[in-house]
Every structure is written in structure tokens, then in C-alpha cells.
């Protein structure tokens, strides 16, 4: 039997910032491979449908809404419109994230905030209004995405995407305490470095590493990984399955590193 049959998931981020298989849209389709129908939601309306027609274009069950998820007033039409689809939530995955460049003297007040809505606000509403529902189902699954960069320094300054991310793990931690005897489990996922659009898409990130060529961009980061390569979105959507199923039923408050070895290394 599939590991998620008659299991709806929300996944917060599953569209793609550009060609290719970013993390959310890997997840969503592995969610929706392994038997859950599956709630696609992402800022921008035509990635979401991307996902979503992936989806039911192999005879699975999804739907694409589009939700700005740092504003409340999205978040909750995007609760409405999930239970309204599939009447029940069973897995919530906030993967939406950004990253901008600069330590605490570059980086403005307002990308601070962006960053940080974006990142952790986003999560924080999500949880907000899905914990009462899966209260009253009974239990349910909530995997947050953060990153290795907020456990330690990658080499490139981002204090703010750090921060938040940071920040999202001791959510979850709290967040998975607070909760677990109503059989909640909250668990997030740090990946490494990561070959998706996102990566791609952040000018910042390439003018750090490459002078802002992608290409040796990421023979750069290949290199820092002690696997010699970076990881992929199916990595990602591999670890969030296993913390979305049954399988791990018993586990909360983790925060599964998916790095390829990265933070093992001194430096």
C-alpha cells in the first residue's frame, strides 16, 4: 500500500521559482506519488498549477491555490479552501523561503522583515490555523524546511535567512513539546546545498560565490560538500515523506540534516 493512501497534505511552496524541480514541487509530488491527494499552494498562481497538473496528469488528486502565506488573511482563505477541497489536513509542509545576501550592517530593516515574514511568519501563521484541525482529527504531521545555514556559517554572509531559519527550528522544537499528546508531530528538515531554482534564481548567492557566474557557482559548492556533489529537490522530498508517513510515528522535535556530510566538516 502506498506509504500516504488517504492522507491530504498541504504543501506551502510547491511551486518552482523557475524550470526545474525545486524542493516543494519534488515534495508534492512524492506526496502525491505514495497515495495523499494533495493541496499545492504557492505565491505565484501558474507554478502552482504546474504542480498540481503533474500531479493529475498521472491520475493523482491535487489542487493548485495561490496564497501570499506571510500575509493571515491568505492564509486562512488557504486553510478554507483545503478543507473545503478535501475536508481534513494530515500533513503540513512549509517549505516557502528566501535568501538575501549581507551580515547585519549590509542588509536593510526592510529585507530583515521581508525575510523573516517570509521564512518564519509564514510558518508560524500555517501552524496557527492547522493545529486546531488536526487536533480534532486526532493527530497529524508538520514538517518545517529550515536549512544547515542555521546551525552553522556556510562561507557566505545571510545573517537574516540564518536567523529565520534558526528561528524555525526552535518553533518546531517548542512548537512539537507543546503538542505531541495530542499526536502532532513537528519535525523539520535542514538541507544543504542544494542544486534547485531557487539557488539558481538568487543573484545574491552566485555574486558571493562566482561574481555571479551559476555555472562555477555550483562547481563551488560541489566542492564543499564531502559527498563531492550538492544534493537535489527528490532529497528533500525523500526525508519530508518519511516524516510525513507512519513510519516515523514515533519521532518529533527532530531536525533531520540532509547535507551530504557538510556540517561534519571543520570548515
Given at each position: 500500500m502506498p506509504r500516504l493512501q488517504g492522507k491530504t497534505a498541504l504543501v506551502v511552496g510547491a511551486g518552482s521559482?523557475?524550470?526545474?524541480?525545486?524542493?516543494?514541487?519534488?515534495?508534492?509530488?512524492?506526496?502525491?506519488?505514495?497515495?495523499?491527494?494533495?493541496?499545492?499552494?504557492?505565491?505565484?498562481?501558474?507554478?502552482?498549477?504546474?504542480?498540481?497538473?503533474?500531479?493529475?496528469?498521472?491520475?493523482?488528486?491535487?489542487?493548485?491555490?495561490?496564497?501570499?502565506?506571510?500575509?493571515?488573511?491568505?492564509v486562512e482563505a488557504m486553510?478554507?479552501?483545503?478543507?473545503?477541497?478535501y475536508g481534513r489536513i494530515d500533513v503540513l509542509?512549509?517549505?516557502?523561503?528566501?535568501?538575501?545576501?549581507?551580515?547585519?550592517?549590509?542588509?536593510s530593516e526592510a529585507e530583515w522583515d521581508r525575510v523573516f515574514a517570509v521564512n518564519l511568519k509564514s510558518a508560524f501563521l500555517a501552524m496557527k490555523h492547522v493545529i486546531p484541525i488536526m487536533q480534532r482529527q486526532g493527530g497529524g504531521s508538520i514538517i518545517n524546511i529550515s536549512s544547515i545555514a542555521s546551525i552553522r556559517h556556510l562561507g557566505i554572509s545571510y545573517v537574516s535567512y540564518a536567523a529565520s531559519k534558526a528561528a524555525m527550528n526552535a518553533v518546531t522544537r517548542t512548537t512539537a513539546v507543546e503538542y505531541a499528546r495530542d499526536h502532532i508531530r513537528v519535525n523539520c528538515i535542514l538541507p544543504g546545498l542544494m542544486k534547485t531554482p531557487m539557488v539558481a534564481h538568487s543573484a545574491g548567492l552566485a555574486a558571493s560565490y562566482a561574481g555571479g557566474d551559476v555555472e562555477a557557482m555550483w562547481r563551488a559548492r560541489d566542492e564543499q560538500v564531502p559527498m563531492g556533489h550538492?544534493?537535489?529537490?527528490?532529497?528533500?522530498?525523500?526525508?519530508?515523506?518519511?516524516?510525513?508517513?507512519?513510519?516515523?510515528?514515533?519521532?518529533?522535535?527532530?531536525?533531520?540534516?540532509?547535507?551530504?556530510?557538510?556540517?561534519?566538516?571543520?570548515?
Open positions: 521559482i523557475g524550470p526545474g524541480w525545486g524542493n516543494g514541487k519534488a515534495t508534492a509530488v512524492t506526496f502525491a506519488r505514495e497515495g495523499a491527494q494533495v493541496f499545492c499552494v504557492d505565491r505565484n498562481a501558474e507554478a502552482a498549477e504546474e504542480t498540481a497538473s503533474l500531479i493529475t496528469g498521472t491520475g493523482g488528486r491535487a489542487t493548485a491555490f495561490a496564497a501570499d502565506v506571510s500575509r493571515a488573511v491568505d486553510i478554507h479552501a483545503c478543507m473545503a477541497a509542509d512549509n517549505n516557502v523561503g528566501i535568501a538575501e545576501t549581507g551580515g547585519v550592517v549590509e542588509i550538492m544534493g537535489e529537490a527528490w532529497d528533500v522530498a525523500n526525508a519530508a515523506l518519511f516524516l510525513a508517513g507512519d513510519e516515523s510515528k514515533y519521532v518529533t522535535g527532530l531536525e533531520l540534516v540532509v547535507d551530504g556530510g557538510l556540517t561534519l566538516k571543520v570548515n
